[in-house]
């Protein structure tokens, strides 16, 4: 059975719809990446799986468990609450909190619904994840004192801290130059091959053809190509993602 299924999600904003019927499957341990223009969809997706927006029709579903059926709406906070901890999201943006450390930027969330024996084990698992992104030295620095790649290895490390089903990224590396994109992709490449079961939206072909195990590439609103990401991305079936790719490449 898929870790996560997702069924015919549709949305739209203000009569214009931008999903119009997205349908997947991602096992578990394996990483899929969405590629495709600006506007195609592939954020709202995000943010739907991430209950940051509600689909209008649909249903999401994690480890057999339906966590969403637009056919009954969560009106319970609690409820939303859960199931958002099903998924870890990295946002374009970093989006740290400024007054608090990175150690601090990471166990903030954990520390919040934790009893009091659990909570030295949290300041230590923060420790370590910061230490996995190669941020040792970096614990008590506040946001301001980092580097943009740095600022998104804690934001990486913060939502692993909530140990999520699904790792989520919308265009991790859109806001960093090239030399601090490296760094980023690379935590990114040993999450993959250490299994992490992942999402990644990117416009980082390259990459997502050479992490990720399956690729979709969406256009307004539909799921228009997915397969094997080395396939699509080296030979696309549909004339359109080949336009897609072609202009990257030129």
């Known amino acids: 059975m898929p870790i996560l299924e997702v069924k015919n999600i549709k949305k739209s904003f203000d009569n214009t719809e931008i999903l119009k019927g997205i349908s997947f499957d991602l096992e578990e341990g394996q990483t899929i990446s969405i590629i495709g223009s600006s506007g195609s969809g592939k954020t709202t997706l995000l943010r739907c799986l991430n209950f940051l927006e509600t689909p209008d029709e649909g249903t999401i579903t994690v480890r057999g468990e339906k966590l969403f059926d637009a056919s009954t709406p969560i ?17 374009q943006q970093f989006n740290l909190f400024p007054q608090y450390t990175a150690l601090e930027n990471v166990t903030l969330a954990p520390l919040m619904t934790a009893d009091t024996k659990n909570k ?131």
């Open 120 to 250: 030295e084990w949290i300041m230590e698992n923060g420790r370590s994840l910061l230490n996995q992104m190669g941020l040792a030295d970096r614990m008590d620095n506040y946001p301001h004192q980092l580097s943009g790649g740095q600022q998104q290895r804690v934001a990486i490390a913060r939502a692993l801290a909530l140990k999520p089903d699904i790792l989520c990224f919308d265009e991790p590396t859109s806001a960093l130059d090239p030399e601090l994109t490296g760094e980023v992709l690379r935590v990114i490449k040993r999450l993959a091959e250490r299994h992490t079961t992942m999402i990644i939206v990117t416009h980082e072909m390259t990459f997502a053809r050479d992490v990720a195990d399956e690729a979709i590439f969406m256009d307004d609103g539909i799921i228009l190509e997915k397969g094997p990401a080395k396939d699509l991305i080296n030979n696309p079936k549909e004339e359109r993602t080949r336009q897609f790719l072609s202009r990257l490449n030129s």
């Open 75 to 91: 009106t319970d906070p609690e409820a939303l609450r859960k199931n958002r901890l099903h998924f870890g999201l990295v946002f």
